[in-house]
């Protein structure tokens, strides 16, 4: 297919897919039944109704909704943007999101591929966790990370960040899945994280330039993430978390569940610990995951950084504290002549630059990347 046809194709998508009342699954049949967007746009309106689905309404909405000029004005700005377009038979469209009942009949990328070969888990969680379910995290994307497995999650605040985090510590590879266009960052503050992620990883959205995150497309995006993993790990959550939404997709979808145990008084470990109830896998480790998913299991291949990411002044004179081992903060606090509030920030710019790693009993450590 020449440039000139995957444009027109591009543009025909849109349009059909921006028609009130074609959503993906409707989409997906009026292709199966005429071929392509450009002839389901072409066609009678006696002949889509014909389609499973599309009501004489719709079809009526199908031959006067297209509008081909904000069609063809979206699509250029895609291209301007440099997105990898995917469609399901493009040979870099995740394999594992065809296994899916609704997949994306539109994909859109920034990074590298996922291959049909990569292995990978999901960890998902709420944004308001504990300190223990983001240290839990970061250790456990650390582990995926040393043992070759992408981690996947949605780049929230929170466990996802975390499990972000943990992942490019090691140097590994993470995915985001994100609930908006890749023309935003969301949330804004992960802006530095998203950079990270596209240059070991890639951000996947199915959402045209400038749609914004709203109550449901993070619903919608959580299918996707349970989608592209061979599992997904649920570290904390309340009962009405968004995480356990993930769950529920990950269960109809046939991936393995994995929930992190908490205390029965603890909010958000309510949601987790009813999972396991339901037949979730317990999960205290790396080794609950190759017990339950084995062909994960193999060579450590994880890359290290060769050098420090970039850094100011002051946070460079807390890191070269750090030659002798970990240090308690009240001692970093007095060395670098810091109120501990203030080193808080310090501290934690660090730990998300992948620099520095927090410990039991507020002590910190230099990451194993860079010992």
């Not at 389609?51 to 081909?68: L, V």
């Not at 038979?89 to 590298?112: K, M, N, S, V, W």
């Not at 970061?138 to 975390?162: N, T």
């Not at 596209?198 to 996707?224: H, I, K, Q």
């Amino acid at each position: 297919m020449t440039g000139s046809e995957l444009k027109e194709r591009l543009v025909d998508t849109i349009a059909l897919l921006s028609i009130a009342g074609v959503g993906r699954g409707r989409f997906n049949r009026l292709v199966a039944a005429f071929g392509s967007p450009a002839e389901a746009l072409s066609a009678s309106i006696d002949d889509l109704e014909t389609t499973d689905g599309i009501s004489r309404t719709i079809a009526g909405q199908i031959k006067d909704g297209y509008d081909g000029q904000k069609a063809r004005q979206t699509a250029a700005r895609i291209v301007q943007l440099g997105w990898a377009v995917l469609f399901p038979d493009h040979p870099e469209y995740p394999q594992a999101l065809l296994t899916i009942a609704d997949y994306p009949p539109l994909l859109f990328r920034l990074g590298e591929p996922f291959k049909s070969e990569d292995k990978s888990i999901a960890i998902v969680g709420t944004r308001h966790c504990t300190e223990k379910g983001r240290l839990f995290t970061l250790e456990l994307g650390r582990s995926l990370a040393r043992a070759g497995i992408i981690v996947i999650s949605g780049m929230a605040e929170g466990i996802d960040s975390a499990a972000h985090a943990g992942a490019l510590e090691e140097g590994g590879r993470t995915v985001a899945v994100w609930g908006n266009s890749l023309d935003i960052v969301y949330p804004p503050a992960n802006k530095g994280l998203a950079a990270k992620i596209m240059a070991n990883g890639a951000a996947y959205s199915e959402y045209l330039p400038g749609t914004n995150p709203d109550r449901s497309t993070f619903p919608d995006r959580n299918r996707l993430i349970s989608g592209l993993a061979d599992g997904v790990v649920v570290v904390e959550a309340g009962r009405k978390s968004g995480a356990l939404i993930t769950a529920q997709h990950a269960l109809e979808q046939g991936r393995e569940l994995f929930a992190v145990p908490g205390s029965p008084h603890a909010h958000m470990s309510e949601g987790t610990n009813a999972l396991i109830k339901k037949g979730a896998r317990l999960i205290t480790g790396l080794d609950d995951i190759f017990e339950e998913l084995p062909r994960l299991k193999g060579e450590v291949i994880s890359k290290k950084f060769r050098q420090m990411p970039d850094m100011t002044e002051t946070e460079k004179s807390i890191v070269s504290l750090f030659s002798d081992g970990c240090l308690q903060i009240d001692q970093i606090a007095r060395d670098v002549q810091i109120p501990v509030p203030e080193l808080m920030g310090f501290l934690l710019a660090l730990e998300m630059k992948g620099v520095i790693r927090e410990l039991s009993g507020k002590r910190f450590a230099l990451c194993e990347t860079f010992i």
